[in-house]
């Protein structure tokens, strides 16, 4: 009989044990496993009889799952289901419309915050010119009537 090789993931839907249950005997060699290379690094693959075998898998537990994976797929494939799914994935003409009043707003509203804040720092230096003005003058030397020769 060929070996049946099954993903963690699935082994773990079909022993009803989580997928770091499955990688503990895997690593405890309680199942045999093979690598298999993907580009992101290597995977495993469980043996099916070995993970049944392990686990005391009976066959209405198998029946079970296969049932309930079959009936995923058909959801999966219903056409009008995925084109509604789509739709609401994608941005209409009129979203686009919203969104560049909404931004458009923003922009006139930083532009506006932005002449205020200029504003502000020029009164800001207008009132320090005065103020060191000020303190110029009161740092400077008094003059008596009669020191006038000095």
């Not at 770091?20 to 290379?37: E, F, H, L, P």
């Amino acid at each position: 009989m060929a070996q049946t090789f099954l993903t963690i993931h699935e082994a773990a839907l079909l022993s009803d044990k989580s997928v770091q249950t499955i990688r503990r005997a895997i690593k405890g060699r309680k199942i045999k496993a093979r690598k298999s290379k993907t580009p992101q690094g290597y995977n495993y693959m469980v043996d099916r009889q070995s993970l049944i075998s392990t686990f005391n898998i009976k066959d209405e537990q198998i029946a079970k799952v296969q049932q309930n994976t079959g009936v995923k797929e058909e959801i999966k494939n219903e056409p009008a289901k995925q084109q509604k799914k789509l739709a609401k994935n994608f941005v209409t003409s009129d979203d686009l419309g919203v969104f560049k009043d909404t931004i458009q707003k923003l922009i006139d509203q930083h532009e506006k915050d932005k002449e205020n804040l200029f504003r502000l720092i020029k009164t800001f230096q207008d009132r320090m010119v005065v103020l060191e003005n000020q303190v110029k003058m009161l740092d400077a030397p008094k003059k008596r009537w009669f020191n006038f020769w000095r």
